[in-house]
């Protein structure tokens, strides 16, 4: 039972750069979250999607951040021109759509990028 | 929006000695309340979560309580070993119908467990 798995674990870019940032669900969740975790801080929202659907965008900065949950396919979250602030770990989170366990999020292993 | 604050940032116990960790929430409206445990270089890891319908859950050494009318819940760890030793966050949420609202982090306690 494989859990949620992101890609690649560390990510390095130059000022500039595009990164994108791939995470596949759970099995069976289609309700997937991304959160930034800057260091010595807790994990800040940034977007909600469920498939070809975002449902809540309000933590994303409105420029250079974009997300999608294809039908077919991991949710991407990319971030274009990357400054040194975008330096984080970026965590996705899945959940399943219904019964006892909504609202329960499981988290991949993170994301880190370091924008040099 | 919501907002979470929680204490105390940095804890330190002996090996066997109960630890505490406190959060306050913002917004009567949240229902849900997990906690997370993150090990260096992992992701956070559900340990346990309480919804706003109970006041208490146990699950082994690890318990949580809600006081609603307060807007505070706790995290218990009895008999605590090295290998508790992580950072913890509480969150809170909330959920209505069919749509599942995203979780609002404390900004975590770094729990040490000394031998």
């Known amino acids: 039972n494989a859990g949620v798995m992101q890609n690649p674990r560390h990510l390095v870019r130059r000022r500039g750069q595009e990164a994108r940032l791939r995470c596949s669900p759970m099995?069976?969740?289609?309700?997937v979250y991304w959160y930034r975790q800057l260091p010595e801080e807790g994990l800040k929202f940034m977007v909600y999607l469920q498939k070809e659907n975002i449902i809540d965008e309000s933590g994303m900065p409105k420029e250079r951040f974009s997300a999608e949950f294809p039908k077919e396919g991991p949710s991407i979250l990319r971030i274009q021109q990357v400054v040194r602030g975008d330096s984080a770990a970026y965590f996705c989170a899945s959940s399943p759509p219904q019964g006892a366990a909504k609202n329960i999020q499981y988290f991949g292993a993170g994301t880190r990028l370091s924008v040099l | 929006g919501e907002n979470v604050e929680q204490h105390p940032s940095t804890l330190s116990v002996q090996e066997g000695d109960s630890a505490v960790i406190k959060c306050t929430y913002s917004d009567s409206a949240s229902n849900y309340f997990p906690w997370y445990k993150q090990e260096l270089g992992k992701g956070p890891q559900l340990i346990i979560d309480i919804r706003s319908n109970v006041g208490e859950k146990k699950d082994q050494r690890i318990a949580v309580t809600l006081n609603k009318t307060a807007k505070h819940f706790s995290l218990h760890i009895t008999e605590t070993q090295p290998e508790d030793s992580a950072v913890y966050f509480c969150?809170?949420?909330?959920?209505?119908?069919?749509?599942?609202?995203?979780?609002?982090f404390g900004k975590g306690t770094k729990l040490s467990v000394k031998p």
């Open positions: 099995k069976g969740h289609s309700h």
């Open positions: 969150a809170a949420s909330m959920s209505f119908g069919g749509s599942q609202g995203n979780l609002i």
